[in-house]
């Protein structure tokens, strides 16, 4: 009873507007206050729940990206994918998404993606003729790739609040659904090509031309071959390869000479923002999971799953439909955050694999990125589009349905999820 109160008043503070961060404190003071619980605990939880060593891999990564994106090395891995599929019906949709599924081991974000890279493909694909609507829903629908595609941020919370897997499978567990994905996406593109007669490039790239172009990419190119390599050899830890990735997108921008100490204090000054957010959000929700537990919440949902779902496969349908309403209406971290504690030892009673069902939260999550109305992604990419947001939410819904399906083959089919980390365990 006491935690269908705190629901009703949890999704209540979220309707009236309040941010999703101090909705989950109030949410958390309330279930201390109708627990007579001791308030002190709850900023020690707060501490606790930060006090991780894992969780420098978020500034780091944060940091890397934004270097690697004052450099400017974004347009050369837009040109060296016009190169590869340029000359395919609808050649620039289908660069926006490979581009993406590349800059995506770079940035692990989608946000980064949609106002980075994005601004720069949906000016190349405007200037060629493509509706300003399509190119902006193949922007954000190409940038839900980057928290799948390692490394990825929500990823290493999971790993955190599962506290019984590694950063580094999940990562590894990321590469499969990922380039499924884009894969996925593209094809989709090339249907609109064939059936809206989309442009293309007048002649294929030759050889001489896509090594030019991948050799002014490689910079770019280099740091997710570095983070992956690092980790699979086992020459550092997921943790460690952000530090590495930090180092190495210095020298490069020190050798490129696209860096000053001022864009380094303006890189530096963003990943704190950027941090800020994500770290307030990871303690408050430690307290509220903390709540959780002491409610037994977690043992009640046990309880009632194993008395009527009587198989994994109904189980993970029933987590895909809880989760797709969820990512509708909040961000993927608190999510994450909130769902994870519940339903992880859910799954654990029925055997599922923790990397597979880590991947399918996180992939689950990001599709409500771009699902209409409350899509996140979808309110950035309209803002650097310049267009409607109806507009988008008419050209969003087919790679919607496309996210969908690849999430139903990550539901069914485990191997996709588990295969590379099996390879590397």
């Known amino acids: 009873m006491l935690a269908a109160i705190l629901l009703v008043i949890f999704l209540l503070v979220v309707v009236l507007g309040v941010p999703i961060g101090f909705a ?16 002190v605990i709850i900023p020690q939880k707060m501490f606790s729940g930060v006090y991780n060593f894992t969780y420098m891999c978020i500034p780091l990564f944060i940091l890397a990206s934004e270097i690697m994106s004052r450099c400017g090395l ?68 190409s940038a839900i790739i980057g928290p799948i595609v390692p490394p990825s941020n929500i990823m290493i919370i999971y790993a955190v609040c599962a506290s019984n897997v590694s950063v580094s499978a999940m990562f590894l567990g990321g590469v499969g659904p990922g380039i499924l994905l884009g894969l996925s996406e593209m094809l989709l593109c090339y249907y609109f090509a064939r059936k809206y007669n989309h442009p293309c490039r007048s002649r294929r790239a030759g050889l001489q031309e896509i090594l030019h172009s991948l050799k002014r990419s490689l910079p770019a190119l280099g740091l997710p071959v570095i983070i992956l390599g690092g980790i699979v050899s086992g020459v550092f830890t997921a943790t460690e390869s952000s530090a590495v990735a930090v180092f190495y997108a210095l020298v490069i921008a020190v050798c490129k000479r696209q860096i000053t100490w001022h864009s380094l204090f303006e890189c530096c000054k963003n990943t704190a923002k950027t941090t800020a957010n994500v770290m307030l959000i990871i303690s408050i929700a430690s307290a509220m999971s903390y709540a959780i537990t002491v409610l037994r919440i977690p043992q009640a949902m046990i309880a009632l799953c194993m008395e009527y779902v009587h198989s994994p496969a109904m189980f993970l349908l029933l987590v895909n439909i809880i989760l797709l309403i969820l990512g509708c209406v909040l961000d993927q971290s608190p999510a994450l955050l909130m769902m994870t504690p519940i339903l992880l030892p859910i799954a654990m009673k029925y055997g ?74």
Not at 25 to 36: H, V
Not at 82 to 90: M, N
Not at 373 to 383: C, E, H, K, Q, R
């Open 24 to 39: 989950m404190g109030f949410m958390t003071i309330s279930a201390f206050t109708l627990g007579d619980g001791a308030m």
């Open 74 to 141: 974004t347009m050369s891995i837009v040109k060296f994918c016009d190169t590869l599929v340029g000359h395919i019906r609808g050649g620039l949709a289908h660069v926006n998404v490979l581009a993406s599924m590349m800059f995506a081991g770079i940035s692990g974000s989608a946000t980064a993606d949609a106002t980075g890279l994005g601004r720069i493909e949906m000016e190349m694909m405007t200037k060629a003729g493509y509706e300003a609507r399509y190119s902006a829903s193949v922007t954000a629908a």
């Open 352 to 425: 599922i694999d923790p990397v597979h069902f880590g991947v399918l939260c996180c992939f689950n999550l990001t599709i409500g990125l771009i699902t209409p109305p409350i899509g996140m992604t979808l309110f950035v990419t309209a803002n650097v589009a310049k267009v409607k947001l109806t507009d988008i939410f008419r050209g969003i819904i087919p790679f919607v349905f496309v996210g969908l399906a690849v999430l139903c083959l990550i539901t069914w089919f485990p191997a996709l999820t588990t295969f590379i980390p099996g390879l590397f365990s």
